[in-house]
């Protein structure tokens, strides 16, 4: 991936290039907020096709955003886990579920959720990345 040309050097563009579209931040949103983490849960996605799905999953197991694994409970499956990378990304998903709750029509956004991050938004930051160090073990320096 770092062998591609770049379009820009600006850090926006060059984020964005890695998880601004559409279905990788629905697919970073499920392992956030509903801790899906197997191919077949994430496929369920909005209707994402297993290509897009597989095209995207590899594109954040790349730039080491999340890894896989054998499932334990499960040797046949894989388990896909957020990195210490990928954590970081959990205020910016927070961010942009608060402005979709917030300026969008008819979003279904849970309204005691939405009250707790509009009232007490760091503390809810930090729960959230305290379960997923938990759930994904993920190792954070």
Known sequence: MEGQKRRSDCPITLS???FGDKWTLLILRDFIFFDNRH???LVSIES????ILTDRLNRLLAHGIIKKEVDSN??????Y????KGLDLVPIV?????WGANYTERNNSEKDFKKKI?????KTVEEIKNRLITTHNIVYK
């Open 16 to 18: 964005l290039d890695i």
């Open 39 to 41: 191919f077949n849960q």
């Open 48 to 51: 994402i096709s297993t290509n």
């Open 74 to 79: 499960n040797r046949s499956a894989y388990l």
């Open 81 to 84: 886990s957020l990195t210490k």
């Open 94 to 98: 927070m961010d942009i579920y608060r």
């Open 118 to 122: 509009d009232s007490e938004y760091d």
